[in-house]
Nanobody, 122 residues
Framework: QVQLVESGGGLVQAGGSLRLSCAASGSIFSINDMGWYRQAPGKQRELVAT???????KLEDSVKGRFTISRDNAKNTVWLQMNSLKPEDTGVYYC????????????????WGQGTQVTVSS
């Protein structure tokens, strides 16, 4: 009932930039948090960035000063601008949102995108 479509991943050299986008669609009444997790092969998934509907932002420590997250509530879209990329940023980035469906009175549930590969070469 909620679909998250991600785009913007790719292969870049260290120091380069990528901009990820994620658009939510479906029978959505409202969205609270939106953001990205990432997972490198053989490593634990970690929360990279999140932004709530009111605009508050939280970034993982290793990406502070390099990544920026933003959103357009009217479009149910979130972006992750990634600058000064490092090889350790390599991984699959999964967009997520916490959404309440039309017809729901109070329950928010988490939804996930398909993932987009980010590869940073040294």
């Amino acid at each position: 009932q909620v679909q998250l479509v991600e785009s913007g991943g790719g292969l870049v050299q260290a120091g380069g930039s990528l901009r990820l986008s994620c658009a939510a669609s479906g029978s959505i009444f409202s969205i609270n948090d939106m953001g990205w997790y990432r997972q490198a092969p053989g490593k634990q998934r970690e929360l990279v960035a999140t932004i709530i509907s009111g605009g508050s932002i939280k970034l993982e420590d290793s990406v502070k000063g390099r990544f920026t997250i933003s959103r357009d509530n009217a479009k149910n879209t979130v972006w992750l601008q990634m600058n000064s990329l490092k090889p350790e940023d390599t991984g699959v980035y999964y967009c997520y949102c916490q959404a309440r469906l039309i017809g729901s009175t109070s329950l928010f549930r988490s939804y996930w995108g398909q993932g987009t590969q980010v590869t940073v070469s040294s």
